[in-house]
Each structure stands twice: as C-alpha cells, then as structure tokens.
C-alpha cells in the first residue's frame, strides 16, 4: 500500500475558479511534505516544501496545509488559470536536512477549462 | 530555475539495443537520482548518486546500470533494451537550500522512452 495516497485522482474545473487537492500519508517518521507540479511530459517543479512545524505556506496563487497530527496536507489552488493544468504530486521525506527516503503519491490530475 | 538537463528528450529504438540516457546539471550537486515514472503512477528511484564514483541501486529493480565520473554527469544504461522498459525516466539532483526544509530537489525535462 502507498504510504502516500492523493485525492481525488483527477479534477475538472472552470477557469478562475478554486480548487482543493488532497493528501494524506502514513510515513513516519515524517519531516517534511513537499507538493510539485508536473506538466505534461515534463518533470516536477516544487511549489511548496513544508515541515512539521508549519501549517501553511503559499507561492502566488498556491496555498498548502499541513497537519501533521492528523498526517494530512491540501493545496488550494486560487483563480484558476489554463496553465495550472497538470499533475499535481505530493511528496513525503523521512528525514531533515540531508534528503531521506522520499514518498511518492501519484498525483492528481488537474484539468482547467476555458 | 532547474539547470539540470536529459537527453534525448524522446526515443523510440527496436527490442535488444544499448542506450544510453544522458544526465547533466550545472548547480554543483553532489547528490544524484534516476526515476521511472509510468503514466498514472507514482516516482519510482532506480539508481541515486551521493558523489563521484559512488551509486546505488534504488527501491525498484531495474537493469539499467548507471556511472557517476564526473560531479555533473549522470548517464544511465541499458545494455539490452526490452518492450518492458518503456517508461519515462527523470533524472534529479539535489542541494541544500540554507534554510529549514533541507535540500530541494531538481529535475530534468525527463526521456520517454518506448522500445519496439
């Protein structure tokens, strides 16, 4: 089983509109969760690395949340734009600064219509 | 952002032929990584690089080989090339950042491969 699942697997949404992408993770110990975007036959692009100590971070119209209590992270995407279409993958570490093992979830897929 | 670089970005060859993958990055990593990635699914490591003269194999089987000489040189091999190894592969690296969070890790545009 993936120890870190993403929900839902793929979305459509209008543009401009918002949109709120899941993932929830088992890996433990845990030290950061990072989400990435990956277009379409192009490797991931960071938008966000977040530790155990912080509940939320954003890059422009990207919001993430961390709980680590519960093991859970969201990225709100805001005014949704054509170009956000992509995968959207959410990646564990179990270690701090020196990079650990990393998770892998299998994205969520996120089309944008005009 | 990314100065780390894969060529081909495409290629298409028949069953039983050596390849080579190429992998470059300008950001002075030490550390290097390859990954297979099929469609729908997630990242899986098949070889990393902590330095010069050292790699290991990663979590998913794989018999590709690969060879760190230089700092920013990573190339991957395949000595017989089957109908099972079409995937994409990403090559990465990874630094510090100097900030809390550790190392950020970069990668290339990727090679789809599919093998005849």
């Known amino acids: 089983k993936n120890q870190v699942e993403q929900s839902p697997q793929s979305l459509i949404i209008l543009e401009g509109k918002n949109c709120t992408l899941q993932?929830?993770?088992?890996?433990?110990?845990?030290?950061?969760l990072r989400w990435y975007k990956q277009d379409t036959g192009r490797g991931p692009v960071s938008l966000t690395i977040?530790?155990?100590?912080?509940n939320t971070k954003s890059n422009g119209r990207y919001t993430a949340t961390l709980d680590a209590d519960t093991k859970q992270s969201s990225l709100h995407i805001t005014a949704s734009q054509l170009s956000d279409s992509a995968s959207y993958i959410c990646?564990?570490?179990?270690?701090?600064?020196?990079?650990?093992?990393?998770?892998f979830g299998r994205g969520t897929q996120l089309t944008v219509w005009p | 952002e990314a100065d780390i670089y894969q060529t081909p970005r495409y290629l298409v060859i028949g069953t039983g032929k050596k390849i080579t993958l190429e992998c470059s990055q300008t950001?002075?990593?030490?550390?290097m990584y390859w990954y297979q990635q099929d469609p729908g699914m997630e990242l899986h490591l098949i070889h990393y690089?902590?330095?010069?003269?050292?790699?290991e194999k990663g979590d998913l089987s794989s018999e590709s080989t690969v060879s760190r000489i230089r700092t920013e040189h990573f190339p991957l091999t395949l000595e017989s090339a089957r109908p099972s190894h079409t995937s994409q592969y990403l090559c990465?690296?990874?630094?510090?950042?100097?900030?809390?969070?550790?190392?950020?890790?970069?990668f290339g545009s990727g090679t789809q491969l599919s093998v005849l």
């Open positions: 990465a690296s990874s630094g510090q950042t100097g900030r809390v969070g550790g190392e950020k890790l970069f």
């Open positions: 993932c929830n993770y088992t890996v433990s110990p845990f030290s950061n």
């Open positions: 977040m530790t155990f100590s912080e």
């Open positions: 990646v564990v570490s179990d270690r701090g600064s020196t990079l650990g093992r990393l998770y």
């Open positions: 950001m002075g990593h030490d550390k």
């Open positions: 690089s902590y330095g010069v003269n050292s790699t």
